[in-house]
């Protein structure tokens, strides 16, 4: 299964050694992200730090594991259909346009997220943790 990964489930993943970062770090999903995740990380990375109670060196070492699973997408890819996300997302929220766009621009089986705006668009499936569970499992 082909999934766009939105920056929530990896900050699940670096919060703690959970049933997510199971996933993916043990799973045969392909999980595809784009550049803009480690901007999106970066700003939460102090966060994360206090609240997984992990220093720094810790943070990027499960960040370096995490991101190795992960197939990184180049920007401009996404730019091609950013307008016509933030389109869509307007009237939900505009901050989850880049990862829209980047499921509009690439083949996959949806995006994997718990935020429950992108759940309001109907382009593209989102796969939450529970049900990607439960499919997984079957």
Same mark, same amino acid.
């Given at each position: 299964?082909?999934? $766009?990964? *939105?920056?929530? %489930?990896? =900050?699940?993943?670096? +919060?703690?050694?959970?049933? /997510?970062?199971?996933? &993916? ?40 594991? $995490?991101? *190795?699973?992960? %197939?990184? =997408?180049?920007?401009? +890819?996404?730019?091609?259909? /950013?307008?016509?996300? &933030? ?52």
């Amino acid at each position: 299964m082909r999934l $766009i990964i *939105d920056s929530n %489930i990896i =900050i699940a993943a670096l +919060l703690r050694d959970s049933t /997510i970062r199971h996933l &993916i770090l043990y799973s045969d999903l392909e999980l595809i992200t784009g550049e803009f995740l480690e901007v999106e990380i970066s700003k939460y990375k102090e966060y994360i730090q206090q609240k997984a109670n992990i220093n720094e060196t810790e943070f990027f070492i499960i960040f370096e594991k $995490i991101k *190795d699973k992960l %197939i990184l =997408i180049k920007d401009e +890819l996404v730019t091609k259909r /950013i307008d016509e996300a &933030i389109t869509i997302m307007k009237s939900i929220d505009n901050a989850n346009a880049p990862v829209l766009a980047l499921a509009l621009s690439i083949e996959n089986n949806g995006i994997w997220s718990d935020d429950k705006h992108l759940e309001k668009q109907n382009k593209v499936k989102v796969w939450k943790t529970k049900d990607l569970m439960e499919y997984l499992s079957t």
